[in-house]
Nanobody
Framework: QVQLVESGGGLVQPGGSLRLSCAASGSIFTFTTMGWYRQVPGKQRETVASITRDGTMNYADSVKGRFTISRDVVKNTVDLQMNSLKPEDTAVYYC?????????????WGQGTQVTVSS
């Protein structure tokens, strides 16, 4: 069973930075895509950033130029560096790992980490 453990959330002032880290229980090459999602109460979970097995990165328009996703294939981690944070970035951030099992997409999720941007 895949386990994803997030760390690095917290409270930061607008304009500040945080780095989130997601540690996978196995090789991250097991997954076709890994990424970060976020969710605020009353809204759907939305994609923030993702990285595919071949290293292709994608970002939500709202975070382009401010957030950077990266991975460490030795440590089996996927990180999200968040700079120039805004109050609207406040959310619970979830790590996601996607794989195909018998041709069907299977998603695994971390427990979530709270990010609060406030003065």
């Amino acid at each position: 069973q895949v386990q994803l453990v997030e760390s690095g959330g917290g409270l930061v002032q607008p304009g500040g930075s945080l780095r989130l880290s997601c540690a996978a229980s196995g090789s991250i090459f097991t997954f076709t895509t890994m990424g970060w999602y976020r969710q605020v109460p009353g809204k759907q979970r939305e994609t923030v950033a993702s990285i595919t097995r071949d290293g292709t990165m994608n970002y939500a328009d709202s975070v382009k130029g401010r957030f950077t996703i990266s991975r460490d294939v030795v440590k089996n981690t996927v990180d999200l560096q968040m700079n120039s944070l805004k109050p609207e970035d406040t959310a619970v951030y979830y790590c996601n790992a996607e794989r195909l099992r018998f041709g069907i997409r299977v998603d695994s999720w971390g427990q979530g980490t709270q990010v609060t941007v406030s003065s």
